[in-house]
């Protein structure tokens, strides 16, 4: 448990077949760095405004309702 928790990855066997595994868990971050956000966002589709923007046209309801009308 140690060495899990200091980082290493185990694969379970059982007779000499793998049968899961024995891993650290992520720590959840609060915080990505600048340079890791925009390494990602090189890798991102493309995406058109106007599209996006129809797509939640044709989804969303645009009226108003007043919710003190009977």
């Known amino acids: 448990m140690d060495a899990v ?4 990855a185990f ?5 000499g077949h793998q049968v899961g ?8 971050r609060r915080f990505v760095p600048r ?3 925009a390494a990602m966002s ?5 995406i058109s405004l106007d599209a996006f923007r129809d797509d939640q046209d044709i ?3 645009q009226e108003l ?3 003190y009308a009977r």
Not at 21 to 28: A, G, N, T, Y
Not at 42 to 46: G, L
């Open 5 to 8: 928790q200091g980082g290493q």
């Open 11 to 15: 694969t379970v066997t059982r007779d």
């Open 21 to 28: 595994e024995l891993v650290p868990l992520r720590r959840r």
């Open 35 to 37: 340079a890791e956000f």
């Open 42 to 46: 090189r890798t991102a589709p493309d």
């Open 59 to 61: 989804v969303v309801e």
């Open 65 to 67: 309702d007043d919710p």
